[in-house]
């Protein structure tokens, strides 16, 4: 069974962390493209970062570059976001996704989770 589940979010003031968690089933996990996406109310969904569960690389929007780091351990098949240093524009429902390669198209991906809430508050 295709699963991501995403847990970690909840809410902060401005200037507070958060680390959101994604656990893929063994059917999704594999050698692949996950990454954390976000979506603002009246927003489209924006890719935040993505890392390659291989090799490790990882890719950032420049808005939360310095501020959030992707990192993945593949013996839980889990992907990590710490968010550092939140800003009330962060504020979003935060989405893994999994894909064959890292790019920052919603169209990349073909395995989504729920969702985690996370609000940042001024």
């Known amino acids: 069974q295709v699963q991501l589940v995403e847990s970690g979010g909840g809410s902060v003031q401005a200037g507070g962390s958060l680390r959101l968690s994604c656990t893929a089933s063994?059917?999704?996990?594999?050698?692949?493209?996950m990454a954390w996406f976000r979506q603002a109310p009246g927003k489209e969904r924006e890719a935040v970062a993505t890392?390659?569960?291989?090799?490790?690389?990882?890719y950032y929007r420049d808005s939360v570059k310095g501020r959030f780091a992707i990192s993945r351990d593949n013996s839980k098949r889990t992907v990590y976001l710490q968010m550092n240093s939140l800003k009330p524009e962060d504020t979003a429902m935060y989405y893994c996704?999994?894909?064959?390669?890292?790019?920052?198209?919603?169209?990349?991906?073909?395995?989504w989770g729920q969702g985690t809430q996370v609000t940042v508050s001024s």
């Open positions: 890392i390659y569960t291989g090799n490790g690389n990882t």
């Open positions: 996704a999994r894909g064959r390669y890292c790019r920052f198209a919603v169209s990349a991906y073909d395995y």
């Open positions: 063994a059917a999704t996990y594999g050698n692949s493209c």
